[in-house]
């Protein structure tokens, strides 16, 4: 990963308010509070509050990939707690400082990190016989967004609109980072956005050019919009896919669907949080629905038939035994969630004995004539005995 000079000047765990040591979830949850506080959604008009989320976003970035984050501590750790200082003239602009350049060639490695450690830091340091500068591309923010559907939706699925806020090169300048869309090259670096200067002994050092802020362009007329930089936060509506099945809280990773790279770079990747409405009468346990059914006494003592209401479909006919307890479950087979592989689970149907309020003065002298036939009869007979050890 390359890791801008402004990167690694800042205190990145200051800014998601957590300690060095945070575990992945818990910067996964600082980040999480911070983007929503400050989403352009949330704060419209709010430039600080913009600003504010794009660090946001950045810090994540780096922290949330253990990679990226070994190579940012081990960097700020062999150059100073404070990081790189710019010279004068440098400004806050963004400093494409490659670490795999700097550190040794490591981008053959997995997210271009350190490779082989600090041992390899040292080694490819200083570059013999000259300078190897170049601008690297470089993989868009991963952009993180929460939807909230229906409880039908989460279990058949559905497309959603989705608006985001990432970003990406400057309408405004075309990401030329000059206003009138004619940068110049860089005459210090010859638009490589790099410089090396002698260390003694035939090694040369390479540093971000101080003149063009590492881009390898200079815009002699800056946009107004992304101050030169060429990047401005970009928002834009897509529609997303959220498969059927999907549980609240469930987080859904869309690859390629982030933020736009630079330089030629992949994007990064969009992560949807999803929340689910719960339903007045059917619940979810896995890929089963589940629903309380209210019967008589008199169908659970002899036995019945009952019609049970499914999510969406038609209602389905149960068998119920005779002498069926309070708190049964029965099982509806394929009336549940869909699963992933085209299959549905099972609705669950808990039975639940009712005792009317109100009764007829037939059916109460029925009732009354059951009492008496089986007067012999004590159901908390067995509770007592166990309660005194027999």
Known sequence: MNLSREVLEKDLYKVLGVPKDATEAEIKKAYRKLAREYHPDANKGDVKAEER?????????????????????????????????????AGGGNFNFDLGDLFGGTQGSPGGGFGGGIGDVFGGL???GGTTTRTQPRRGQDVESEVTLSFTEAVDGATVPLRMSSSAACKACSGTGDKNGTPRVCPTCVGTGQVSRGGGGGFSLTDPCLDCKGRGLIAEHPCEVCRGSGRATSSRTMQVRIPAGVSDGQRIRLRGKGAPGERGGPNGDLYVVVHVDPHPVFGRRGDNLTVTVPVTF????????????????????????????????????????????????????????TVPKEMGKKAKEALESFRDATAGEDPRAALFKAAKGD
Request: charged residues 30%; positive net charge.
């Open 298 to 353: 008199a169908e659970a003592a002899l036995g019945a038939e009952i019609s049970v209401p499914t999510l969406g479909g038609p209602p389905v006919t149960l068998k119920l035994p005779p002498g069926t307890p309070p708190g049964r479950t029965l099982r509806a087979r394929g009336k549940g969630a869909a699963r992933k592989d085209g299959t549905r689970g099972d609705l669950l149907v808990t039975v639940e004995v």
């Open 53 to 89: 989320f794009k660090e946001v976003g950045e810090a994540n970035e780096v922290l949330s990939d253990a990679k990226s984050r070994k190579e940012y501590d081990e960097a700020r750790a062999l150059l100073g707690s404070g990081g790189f200082r710019p010279g004068p003239g």
């Open 126 to 128: 200083f570059n013999r």
